[in-house]
């Protein structure tokens, strides 16, 4: 595709339910981001993968979060056990070479998720 | 902990009039980089300076970087209704992971 492609764009879920959230990033991009981002603030920082290894996932707030990459491309975030704190916009990224070394991070229009 | 912090939080001007956004950083970089965001969208990258480099311009945008001060400015000139977004600044940390930290935002409103 033409650009970063995050689902889905809008997710309604019950306390306690697991969630997935998936990003599509631009063909040939090695660097992938997720960031969430709360109503109002900035961006937080949950994890970078480089093809399908993640050397940084500081970002990820408890054990209830977990991503992985397959064949270097698409990439999975799980939110297991939600809670409302976990309500937010997921944006995923991607990148050329070194990611952010190298240039620019292209976002997705992000996945809002509402925990209930 | 915020590494890039913008200031103002938040700023209004009329179409015509220059636009000047702040970030402050706390620790030394690789690369800062500006992004834009309109309102419930993703965010756009407007421009990237690496720590060697004092000023770039693209278009109305112009960037400053004094990384002894820790600080970076974007200013937009001539500014349009469009411009209407918020602002991030986003830095690389030195020797770090290819990992981009970005602030809370200048949210910048402009009028007809």
């Known amino acids: 595709g033409a650009g970063v492609s995050q689902s889905p764009s809008n997710k309604v879920t019950e306390k306690g339910k697991d969630v997935e959230l998936r990003c599509d990033p631009i063909s040939g991009h090695t660097a992938l981001y997720w960031y969430r981002q709360s109503l109002g603030q900035g961006l937080e920082f949950l994890i970078y993968?480089?093809?399908?290894?993640?050397?940084?996932k500081s970002g990820l707030p408890s054990d209830r979060f977990s991503a992985e990459r397959t064949g270097g491309s698409v990439s999975t975030l799980t939110i297991q056990r939600t809670q409302q704190e976990d309500s937010a916009v997921y944006l995923c990224a991607s990148s050329l070479g070194q990611g952010a070394n190298t240039g620019e991070l292209f976002f997705g229009e992000g996945s809002r998720l509402t925990v209930l | 902990s915020q590494q890039g912090e913008e200031d103002p939080q938040a700023l209004s001007i009329q179409e015509g009039e220059n636009a000047t956004m702040n970030c402050s950083y706390k620790?030394?970089?690789?690369?800062l980089q500006w992004y834009r965001q309109n309102s419930g969208r993703g965010l756009v990258h407007l421009i990237l300076?690496?720590?060697?480099?004092r000023e770039k311009h693209s278009g109305r945008l112009r960037v400053t970087l004094d990384t002894s001060k820790k600080s970076s400015s974007l200013l937009i000139t001539a500014s349009r209704a469009a411009d209407t977004a918020s602002y991030f600044c986003?830095?690389?940390?030195?020797?770090?992971?290819?990992?981009?930290?970005f602030g809370k935002g200048t949210m910048l409103l402009v009028s007809p």
């Open positions: 300076i690496r720590s060697n480099e």
């Open positions: 986003a830095t690389l940390l030195k020797g770090g992971y290819s990992t981009l930290t």
């Open positions: 620790t030394s970089i690789n690369n």
């Open positions: 993968f480089q093809g399908n290894s993640a050397p940084d």
